[in-house]
């Protein structure tokens, strides 16, 4: 019996024609091992709300303190990584990929940036202020909040969601 991730994953690789390699190569990576489930927020609620947003083009961007990858021991997604979005009821919704990652002192993401996030009123000043304020209450070190610690900021696309 597999879980609800297992069973997304199977009917995503398929959709995304990510097995289409030829079966005297073997199983690859992709085909075994379902990738990373996960979902934005910090909770149920901002989870679906988020997820809207990825799901209607308007969230294609994402931003993390580099910290948080430090501290959980985690790697920095890189282009091609694939993720799958859950919903605020943990359900799989859509595959995602990163098309592209760079690591970059708070003060200088860009206009740019924030909009792409799709989040609030889509302005610099006001992807500063939401967060700083996550930074703040998240960071998992003595480290704190600076204008200059670094954060890792992934754009990613849509490849499948769940219909």
């Known amino acids: 019996m597999s879980t609800p991730v297992e069973a997304f994953w199977e009917v995503a690789r398929f959709h995304a ?3 289409s390699v030829p079966s005297y190569f073997g199983p690859t990576t992709l085909e075994v091992v379902p990738p990373p489930a996960w979902s934005f927020g910090d909770g149920p609620e901002e989870s679906d709300a988020l997820l809207r947003l990825v799901l209607d083009g308007t969230k294609t ?3 993390t303190a580099l910290s ?3 501290a959980g021991g985690q790697p920095l ?3 091609g990584t694939m993720s799958i979005l859950l919903d605020g009821a943990g359900h799989p919704r ?3 990929e990163s098309t592209e990652v760079t690591v970059v002192p708070f003060e200088e993401v860009t206009e740019e940036h924030a909009l792409l996030e799709g989040e609030g009123d889509r302005s610099l000043a006001g992807w500063r202020a939401q967060h700083e304020r996550l930074f703040r209450g998240t960071a998992p ?3 704190g909040f600076t204008p200059s610690m670094p954060v890792v900021l992934e754009r990613f696309r849509v490849v499948y969601r769940a219909r």
Do not use: M, Q
Request: proline share 6%.
């Open 141 to 143: 070190d003595d480290a």
């Open 94 to 96: 859509a595959l995602i």
């Open 17 to 19: 024609r990510l097995n």
């Open 61 to 63: 961007a994402t931003a």
């Open 68 to 70: 948080d990858y430090d």
């Open 77 to 79: 997604p890189e282009r």
